[in-house]
């Protein structure tokens, strides 16, 4: 007899690199809810987005595809009405399905469709959206919410800083919000037969970086010891333009985040709002963990921690994100824990991505691999019926004009990484990088030109081309031989 269909509380917070849990060595983060999924379940430490901008990342996680191939390749774009998100599928299934945050497969500026993200078929059946917190927008449920409690949404420059805002307080922030909707739905579903799923898409720490003041305070007294963003003077000169104009201003705007202007103490105190954020996003896990134990369900509920793509903060001397694929930006967490899985308290070091995601939640319900899904499942590392140390051989990820900013050309560029090696194609400008990461982890040299890499550079385009051929939709299916 197959065990019940395990419920799962997804957790996706926005521009969250690798590099900031306690549980992946960071020392001056409090992420103890986090860690203690990581002692529970799997870390994966290699596991990446197939793009480092939003939209195209999250088609791509929903349907387990390329982004080339969802047809959602940049931020502003509509999912086409014919793809089909794991929400859907395992709707369809019997899910309960739930939202609470962003989703942002479509066009959601409030200058367009009066200020919402309009919806294909996603499989939601709540959906308490709040694209980002501000209040660009009548239909942002967050502020619905601050209604109800009688309270204004309000940021301010952080002491005057230009680079760091004071946010919400944290009993009105956008992150317990988010949180909250997540409990009251898990409240509501205990003691039914009916299986659910619940995204809960923060926005943090996505910019501004604006955590509560008290989150914040907490670093000031060791401002100084917060290590600078990794950054070479003039390493920038032999790699693509776009990293150029966005070290003069993130998103190519001088007045953003100007990395050669701003001083020590200003990049210090961007990391340490960033770090606040992520500390607020480590308690509100602990209060939905906390629910699920109380109500009964923590035993069967498969819970995913991870983020969609990463935050370059100030590493390459560029802030933001953008046309380029350093592992800040594109190497992301994944946690994973709960029923079925055997290796609990490891961490795999295989090369994952995303889209596998998709796939992985399919296996975890019980059903059955869906054509058109690219993404590999992660089920069989989770439950012991493949090793840990190796899922992909490599890695790709895709940019193709995914965001306004650069023009006169547009940026469209291709990356593949395996184990030793990193190779970005930036087909706009016929030029790249390639970076030895054994011998330069923090891909600071850019050997594309350099001749004694050339074979090396030429496996790589290989492999990047192969990749490339694999983008190809599958669907529709053959038939029949002709």
Known sequence: MSSPRPNILWICTDQQRFDTLGCAGNSFVQTPHIDRLAQQGVRFEHAYCQSPICTPSRASFLTGRYPRTTR??????????????????????????????????????????????????????EFHWSHHPQPDWPTNAYHHWLHERGVVYKTEPFRGSAHVKAGMPAAHHQTTWCAQMAINFMEAQAGRAQPWLFSVNIFDPHHAFDPPVAYLERYLAKLDTIPLPQYVPGELADKPQYQQMDHAGAYNNANLHPFAAMTAEE??????????????????????????????????????????????????????????????????????????????????????????????????????????????????LLTGQASLAHHHDDVYCEYYNAMPWHREPTAQATMIRTDTHKMVAVHSLNTGELYDLRADPTETRNLWNDPTYQEVKTEMLLRLCNRMAWTVDPLPTRQSQW
């Not at 109500?295 to 903060?313: A, C, K, P, R, Y």
């Not at 933001?320 to 795999?348: A, D, H, M, N, W």
């Open 267 to 380: 990049h210090r105190l961007v990391t340490a709002a960033y770090w606040a954020m992520i500390d607020l996003i480590d308690v509100q896990v602990g209060r939905m963990m906390a629910a699920l134990e109380r109500t009964g369900q923590l035993e069967n509920t498969l819970v995913i921690f991870m983020s969609d793509h990463g935050e370059m903060l100030g590493d390459h001397g560029i802030y933001l994100k953008g046309p380029y694929f350093y592992e800040p930006l594109i190497r992301v967490p994944l946690i994973v824990c709960g029923p079925g899985i055997s290796q609990r308290g490891q961490t795999s070091n295989a090369l994952v991505e995303l889209m596998d995601i998709a796939p992985t939640l399919l296996d975890a319900a019980q059903q059955p691999p869906q054509p058109g899904i690219q993404g590999r499942s992660l089920w069989p």
């Open 72 to 125: 959602c390749r940049a931020n502003g774009q509509m999912m086409p009405a014919d793809e089909r998100l794991v929400t859907k599928l395992l709707h369809d299934a019997g899910y309960t399905c739930g939202l609470s945050g962003k989703l942002h497969i479509a066009p959601c500026h409030p200058s367009v469709n009066h200020g919402t993200e309009p919806r294909i078929d996603d499989g939601y059946d």
